[in-house]
Structure formats: structure tokens, C-alpha cells
């Protein structure tokens, strides 16, 4: 009886795939990584791009197509492209961070991506998931409904990405090498940019400004992605109103505001109403910073929406754009109020019993000058270098082969499956921290999930060195947020404010600085998928883990094999 149970399940599934890639297309793509002169802040630099586009293509599908990228490496680094927020339903092997599914792509070597986007609609996007390579190396990804459905809210007249990004005027790759010589942290950026560009407000920036066409009376949807490396954004349109109505390739209850806040991987997708008086208007997009006394780029990125009907101005003049105020830089509350008005647009299936119950903790460290290094290597506070964690576990990425690979295949010694389910030392979080909690433990450490095991995780900021808003960034699944709040999470206490209704679904969740969050997902999907913070500096520094999830029963539940042209270590 079960047999037959499994065939016709076997063949529902089948049946049901049939029917939905009725319309469903195999789109091809070549993505050429090379060395390109790009000119920003009156300097050329050798940008890293791709197709010599800086940002790279905008990839547009429906939901249900199959992507097939050729990404061929004419850079001097190595390089993988990871596809932000696709599920990768069993094609673990094209998710692409670095050393965790995949090798590197060496320099002229190449690699094919396969993947079919399965029940997501939405905006996401693709970057580099190889050193600090994504600086330059990102583009839209947007996934339309199935050929013959809407989307569930008024149709837009035009839609536009708007991608947030931030610029070195110098080279990435040098940045970060030269914080992983000193053990200090990273320069800071020069600039942010909106679609590339810095705007008006910086020097040698104004010729290039990004002009966002609206006419009067049009509703346009705008698709804002924060593809920067390091820093939350906050963005805003002078005078106009936006009503969000999805994020992260997940649809949302509309609501309006006049502000947004993205962290680094988030999307936001919002409608903007044509309805004020025809003329230029500025969108705006500035830091939100959490961790006090830590540098930040305080510039403001600038790009103009234009009303097509605007009046023209007289010979030699330009109308100069209404410019909107921006909240202040570490203005919490704006965030706490934004973050607090998700919802998903109806009842979701919500795990209610839990399998897997875990608490990470987040945050940075310290680690003590090693006796081998000179001070010149040990330029972070007091003679430290810094480090970051998750649960006192600092991570460390393989060398020589991928984590998949080891698991797959069964290779001995490259990772071990002791990652700490709660924090070893339980203390307070967001309190006063004993300074023997502030050097953390490297490892290659990962935590084993059952397939189809009812999961929930506790991320908990923590106030080593400094507290900070954190966007924790899953790969291979969408997630609900059910709770968020300050301080120590206490489960006697804040269980009860759970929404288990309609919480938001997103692929990256900005943990509240001196705060926590609690996400549920079910375990559907085998692999390696890497769980990490999406502030580059970070990941770099160690605050990630490994999320390896065993294949269930039978072909459909089980990773697919590793492709032929998988890159060799």
C-alpha cells in the first residue's frame, strides 16, 4: 500500500510539473567576467564587470522558466555568481558561494548554471559570491507571473530596478586584502550609487545621473534591490508616497510609507503614484547605521524622477530636482515602524510544531594578536584583529574542495557536523559582555537537518565590540518571520508575540540591532546551504554557518548529481 501511495505521489508530481511548463521557457545566457574601465568620481578604475556592463545584465523570466547561464571568467580572479533567493530545488550545484556548493571558477575556466524557478514571482537578483567581487559584479533578476496571470495588485504602466549599490575609488579586491593583512576593519566606500551611478551630489557624477521616467496619473513599480556591500540604506522619493507590495520574491499586504529600509540581499518592490506636480523629483538613498562608533560612508546616492510632461527649462538652465529629507542615520524607530508593517497577503502554512529548535547568536569579536604576527598585522582595537561568530563559532571556508562536494561524495576531514544548535555559554546577549566571550572559536562547523524537519531558528544579536542591525541571509529557502523584538530573546515571555497568521515570507531578515528574530521553514530542500551575514566584511570575518540538509526518500526528495563542467579545485 505505501508503494502504490509513493507511485501516485510520484505521479501527481509529475503530472502537476507537466501541466505548469506548459509555458514555461529554457532561457540561455553568457555572462562574460572581465576586466573593464569604468569612470566614477572623476577617476577610471578596472572594474570587474560583466558583459562590460557595470551593473551587469537585468535577467527578466516567468515564473516556472529554466535558466541556463554560461558564465565564462576573463577576469584575474577566481569567481562563482550566486542567484540571491532562488530556492534551487535540488540544483544545490548552481547556487554558487564559494568553497560551500562550488569550486571557483578559475580564470579562463567556465560554468554552466541550470536552475527553474519554481512558484517564486518577484524581484531578485544574481551577484559574485567570491571575495569582495560582488562590489561590481551584480544585476536584477526579475521573475514575472506565468505567461496569462497578473500580479495581484494594479497593473503598473512602467517598472523600473532600481539597484543600490556602493563604490571604492579604489579596487575591492585591494580593500579587503588589505583588511585581512592588518586585521583592521575595511575602508570605507566613496560613494553609493543608484543603477551605477552616484548622482548629483558627488564630484565629476551629475552627467551620468540615473533619469526614472513617470508621466501623470501612471501608477510604475519600482524594484529596489540593496545590492550594496556593507551598509543598510534607507530610500525615499521626494513628495511621493510608496505603497510596498512585495519583498524578496514574495508578495506582500500593501501598505504605504514614505521611506524604506533595505539591508544588503533584501528587494522591496513598491508602487509609486504619478500624482504630483509635473517636475523633477529626487530619490534619495543614505546609510542607516546601527553599530555606534563605527566608521560609515555618510554620502547620499541620488538619481531624478522625471515627469515626462515637466516643463522644459530655459536654454543653459536645469530645473534642480525637489530633494526629500532622509531619517537620521541611526534612526531605529523609522526602521523598528517599516520592518513591523509586513505582512503576507493571506493566512500561510506556518510550521506550528517544531522539529529543530535552535538559537544563534550573532555578532563580532575580537581576536588576541597571535604570537607570530607583528603590530603591523594586529591594527584592530587595542592591538586585536577583528573576527565575527555565530554561536562563538568563527567560519571558516574550505580550501580545496566545496562542502557539497565533501558531502556528496563523502570526503573525510573537510567539515565536521558539531555546530552548536544553542550558544555554548549562555550570558547576557545585548548586556555587558565578559571580555573572555569576545575571541571566538574557528571551524568549519555544520548543522545536520532530517529532510522535511519543521525548523526554528532564534538569530540573537549580541553586544560584542558593538551591537549592529544584521541581515542574515539563507540560502535555498524562503522563510517566515514570525517575531522580532529587542533586547534578550526570552521564550517564556515572547512566544506569545508569534504571528503564526500571515508573517512576512523573505529570503533575508534584518535582525534588529540589540535585538533578535525568530524564522520558521520547513526543511524541503537537500544540500549545503550557507546561513550568513550579508554585510561582506562580516561573512569575511566569520559570521556564517552551514546549513546541510539530507536527501528525504526516492529521486524527487534527493539532490540532482554534480554536472559534468562542476569547476575542479
Given at each position: ?45 578596472n572594474t570587474i564587470t560583466v558583459n ?221 503614484q504619478g500624482d504630483q506636480p509635473p ?291
Amino acid at each position: 500500500m505505501e508503494a502504490l501511495k509513493t507511485i501516485f505521489l510520484a505521479l501527481s508530481v509529475v503530472l502537476a510539473s507537466a501541466l505548469y511548463s506548459v509555458n514555461a521557457k529554457i532561457q540561455e545566457h553568457e555572462f562574460v567576467i572581465q576586466a573593464t574601465p569604468v569612470k566614477r568620481l572623476c577617476n577610471t578604475h578596472n572594474t570587474i564587470t560583466v558583459n562590460g556592463q557595470f551593473p551587469g545584465p537585468t535577467l527578466e523570466v516567468n515564473n516556472g522558466d529554466t535558466l541556463v547561464v554560461k558564465v565564462t571568467n576573463k577576469a584575474r580572479y577566481n569567481v562563482t555568481i550566486h542567484w540571491h533567493g532562488i530556492r534551487q530545488m535540488r540544483t544545490g550545484w548552481a547556487d554558487g558561494p564559494e568553497f560551500v556548493t562550488q569550486c571557483p571558477i578559475r580564470p579562463g575556466e567556465s560554468y554552466t548554471y541550470r536552475f527553474t524557478i519554481q512558484g517564486q514571482e518577484g524581484t531578485l537578483w544574481w551577484h559574485a559570491h567570491s571575495s569582495w567581487l560582488r562590489a561590481t559584479v551584480y544585476g536584477a533578476l526579475i521573475i514575472h507571473p506565468r505567461e496569462g496571470e497578473a500580479y495581484p495588485f494594479t497593473k503598473p504602466k512602467r517598472e523600473t530596478p532600481i539597484l543600490l549599490g556602493e563604490w571604492w575609488d579604489a579596487n575591492p579586491i585591494d580593500v579587503v586584502r588589505q583588511a585581512t593583512q592588518t586585521g583592521a576593519a575595511p575602508n570605507i566606500s566613496d560613494a553609493y550609487t543608484i543603477n551605477g551611478q552616484p548622482g548629483d551630489l558627488y564630484k565629476c557624477s551629475s552627467q551620468g545621473s540615473t533619469i526614472v521616467p513617470i508621466d501623470s496619473g501612471e501608477t510604475n513599480l519600482l524594484r529596489v534591490i540593496n545590492a550594496a556591500l556593507n551598509q543598510p540604506l534607507f530610500f525615499k522619493v521626494a513628495n511621493h508616497k510608496l505603497t510596498v507590495v512585495g519583498a524578496d520574491a514574495s508578495y506582500l499586504k500593501p501598505f504605504t510609507t514614505n521611506v524604506i529600509m533595505l539591508g544588503p540581499g533584501q528587494t522591496t518592490d513598491v508602487l509609486i503614484q504619478g500624482d504630483q506636480p509635473p517636475t523633477r523629483y529626487y530619490m534619495a538613498a543614505r546609510a542607516y547605521q546601527s553599530a555606534q562608533n563605527a566608521p560609515f560612508d555618510n554620502t547620499t546616492t541620488t538619481a531624478i524622477l522625471e515627469y515626462k510632461s515637466a516643463p522644459c527649462p530655459a536654454k543653459g538652465s536645469s530645473i534642480k530636482p525637489v530633494m526629500p529629507s532622509l531619517p537620521a542615520y541611526n534612526d531605529t524607530n523609522t526602521v523598528t515602524a517599516f520592518s513591523k508593517s509586513f505582512r503576507s497577503p493571506r493566512k500561510v502554512e506556518v510550521p506550528a510544531e517544531i522539529d529543530e529548535n535552535l538559537f544563534f547568536t550573532i555578532g563580532l569579536g575580537l581576536n588576541n594578536c597571535p604570537k607570530n604576527f607583528n603590530a603591523n598585522q594586529c591594527q584592530g582595537p587595542n592591538g586585536t584583529r577583528f573576527t565575527a561568530s555565530m554561536n562563538n563559532v568563527s567560519f571558516v571556508l574550505p580550501n580545496n574542495v566545496s562542502i557539497l562536494q565533501a558531502h556528496h561524495l563523502g570526503v573525510q576531514g573537510v567539515f565536521t557536523t558539531d555546530f552548536p544548535t544553542q550558544p555554548p555559554v549562555k550570558f547576557d546577549y545585548t548586556g555587558n559582555v565578559s571580555r573572555s566571550l569576545w575571541q571566538p572559536v574557528p571551524g568549519t562547523k555544520v548543522t545536520k537537518l532530517k529532510f522535511g524537519s519543521r525548523v526554528q531558528i532564534v538569530l540573537q544579536d549580541t553586544s560584542i565590540v558593538t551591537p549592529e542591525n544584521h541581515p542574515i541571509h539563507l540560502h535555498g529557502y524562503d522563510f517566515y518571520i514570525v517575531a522580532e523584538g529587542f533586547g534578550n530573546f526570552d521564550p517564556n515571555k515572547d512566544t506569545s508575540k508569534f504571528n503564526l497568521i500571515d508573517p512576512p515570507m523573505r529570503n533575508t531578515v534584518a535582525v534588529p540591532v540589540n535585538g533578535w528574530a525568530v524564522i520558521r521553514f520547513v526543511a524541503d530542500n537537500p544540500g549545503a546551504w550557507i546561513m550568513h551575514c550579508h554585510l561582506d566584511v562580516h561573512i569575511g570575518w566569520g559570521l556564517a554557518t552551514v546549513l546541510l540538509v539530507d536527501n528525504g526518500v526516492g529521486l524527487l526528495q534527493s539532490i540532482e548529481p554534480p554536472p559534468e563542467d562542476l569547476p575542479l579545485c
